[in-house]
């Protein structure tokens, strides 16, 4: 899953039914920066995708709920959830657009600049020739240690 994905999805649980009439998210201004770097797990990240997240609204019921409750959701997404290759790449902040047309609705139009990385894993039938081998594009497979064992050892010459 993707950030925007990842975004929509928070913000699909989070708000009622009703407040996501006529919602749509897209993604705009995508930027390939190349960033190898080896991952561990026959994993490398051979660059990243910066872009900007678009998350809309043609009818949001202002009356009904604030357009803070979905900027409070987009920043408590960001806090939580947002790759570190954020902050890395410097992506953009959010700029909030509401433009309120009648009494009840507004436009509302909230872009935040976003990354995800690219990332191949080895794959002997994968689609992606490269350094000899073939690779297929994967999510990225973190392991994290739940224990450890540290041994010292000190020499004295």
Known sequence: MNQLESLTAFITENLPPDAMQ?????????QLIRSQKALGNDQIRMGVMTYTGVISWDNFPFRKYSPGLVYALVMAWLEEHAD??????????????????DEDSCLLDITVGLADPLIIRVQEDGPVPYRGKRWTLVNPEIWTAETMELFVSRSHE
């Open 22 to 30: 006529f919602f749509m998210s897209n993604q705009e201004d995508a």
């Open 84 to 101: 570190p290759l954020r902050e890395e790449f410097r992506a953009e902040d959010v700029n909030v657009d509401p433009q309120f047309n």
